[in-house]
């Protein structure tokens, strides 16, 4: 079985390439909409809560990083790894929620799901290269998307100290990401387009 994914190495990382790029398009373009559906037509708390949806949005990125560095585990039926993974990463969200919710409020909820889930992403990153080696791009899978989390997280706490506009951290955030997407991914947007035009 590892030989197969060694032959297939190009054709794995293109299609996580490509999963990846749509999650953070997904995420990313569907910031600015939500926050506008939430101030138009809601009022009172369900309102506040507008200037959560970016950090919350951040939790898919993570998830869709931890789908794709388990292939391999699945393929190879190294599964319990997941067991231990999860548990460690239930243990460490609920200590989490412990000690920040009270101090921090939701936003220390927020932030115990964000570090939890970077943990299991590390985690099966890590044991992923143990059990079979792929070259990944790493700009692409791993440091972009974080990057677009940690720049999401340093500008939400600038916002909140300074009392800005969460649409002003909202469009920066965007803009960023956009930025980067048609950068770095321009091969995979490439293949989405043509794909999508064959099949129109």
Do not use: C
């Not at 999401?152 to 009392?163: D, F, M, P, S």
Request: charged share 15%; aromatic share 14%.
């Amino acid at each position: 079985m590892k030989e197969g994914i060694a032959e297939k190495q190009d054709e794995i990382r293109q299609l996580s390439n490509i999963l990846l790029m749509q999650s953070m398009i997904i995420v990313v373009f569907a910031i600015l909409p939500t926050m506008l559906y939430l101030h138009l037509f809601y009022e009172t708390d369900v309102r506040q809560a507008y200037g959560l949806v970016s950090l919350v949005f951040m939790r898919s990125l993570l998830r869709t990083q931890f789908i794709i560095f388990s292939y391999p585990a699945y393929y190879l039926k190294k599964t319990k790894i997941f067991l231990y993974l999860n548990s460690g990463a239930m243990v460490i969200n609920l200590l989490l929620n412990y000690l920040l919710i009270p101090q921090f409020s939701y936003y220390g909820a927020i932030a115990a799901g964000l570090i939890s889930d970077l943990i299991m992403v590390s985690g099966i990153f890590y044991y992923q290269k143990r059990i079979v080696e792929i070259k990944w791009s790493m700009r692409k899978t791993m440091l972009f998307p974080l990057m677009i989390i940690l720049f999401t997280v340093i500008t939400e706490i600038i916002r909140i100290n300074a009392g800005f506009d969460p649409f002003i951290t909202a469009v920066l955030i965007t803009m960023l990401a956009s930025s980067g997407l048609i950068y770095l991914y321009r091969n995979e947007l490439n293949i989405f387009i043509r794909k999508r035009w064959k099949r129109s």
